[in-house]
């Protein structure tokens, strides 16, 4: 058997990883253009890991995630070489002004705990004991990740897995040596997947193909059905600090900072889609400074001393519908499946994701965790899942 992944990123590398370590004899191709990742999301990801998800199913990922970032030698060491993620445990923090988001917090916090998430809500008094940084005044509740939350180096961990991926083996080529390919596929009636001028239509994608072209995934249209997953420019800033280590900070208004022990860094999302065609991804100029810093200095006062230093954009691939992963088989071909639209996590949900679709393809169902959540059948159906943590 031999199965086709576009897109090298994370999500292509993942999955073709643990496609080989299912099953040892399964032929695997990654098509991707840009081998060194340059423009992938992967390599510019604020590449954080939280419990902290309203959808069971997202939390279940993360902890999978967990286990990866927490032991990457015996995940994704080649020839005995130690892999240094750059794993730092520090918790988010969730916080409500208000009592519609603290019923918001409480609802998560239970799914969030029987996944066996370890989340602690605070009173304002008890979020003033431990965070006494943070202006709470006007905090009503917030929800704090008392382990297995952080930030890891997301570059280092997309190589990681593209590495381990390639000493399986698997094969890698860009699109182009894949068509032209002697075992390029058939094209397929059903997706009208691009193929090779000289072979012959069939009813189903052959070999079977995995999307995993990141904001890219919704540029053409397969069987009347675009893959809803579009991207929208989001900046990371860095400011220079003499900051104590602290967590992950989220507001409900799309904003949020992390600090580690000399520098602080915020980010923010451009509330309208970029054409994924456009391939800059240079800083915009002073978006982060206008637009982040005074919400940030509201919410510690210590931003409001902070000069910017050091900026850089990346394109998350969202799916509006809501904000939760496509993953599974293309609603109008089986043999065409969707790993995208991941919404800001899909760096922690790599590994999960990765393994689902290869026990989906080589066992014909999920073994490890039900990943039929997050089917693109929910788009046909009108069935949202709705995500309520996004960042
Ligand atoms: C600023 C920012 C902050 C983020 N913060 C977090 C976070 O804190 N935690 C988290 O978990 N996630 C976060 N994310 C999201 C996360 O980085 C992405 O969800 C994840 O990297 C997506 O991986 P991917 O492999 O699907 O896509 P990508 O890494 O974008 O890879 C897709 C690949 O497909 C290739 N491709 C495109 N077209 C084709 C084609 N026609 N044929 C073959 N290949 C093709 C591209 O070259 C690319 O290399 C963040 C993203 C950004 C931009």
Redesign the pocket.
Known sequence: MRIAI???????SACALFLRRLDAGVAVDV????PG?R???????????RQQFSTEVNVKLSRFGLELLRNPDEWLAVDGDAVDLGFVESGYLFIATGEAGAQALRDSNAVQRAAGAAVSLLSPRELAQRVPWLRHDDVQLASLGERGEG?FD?YAF?RALARKARAMPVRCGT?ARWLASSSAPSACTRCAWPTAAASRPTRSCSPPRVV?????AGRRRRAGVRAPAHGVR???ARAAARARRWSSTRRASGSAARAAASSAAG?RARATPIPTTRRSTNPTSTSSTRGVWPALAHRVPVFAALRRTRARD????VHPLDHNALVGPHPACPNLLL??G?S???????AGVGRGIAEWLLRGRYVSLDLSPLSPQRIALGRPLVERAV?
Request: charged letters at 20%; one cysteine or more; a positive charge.
């Open positions: 576009i897109g090298g990123g994370a999500l292509g098509i991707e253009p840009d990742l423009l992938a999301s992967s390599a510019r990801s604020a590449a954080s890991i930030w997301g997309a699109p995993a072209r990141g904001r890219r989001l900046q990371r980010r990346g394109y998350y691939e790993a995208c991941f800001g996590h899909g760096l922690q949900h790599a960042i």
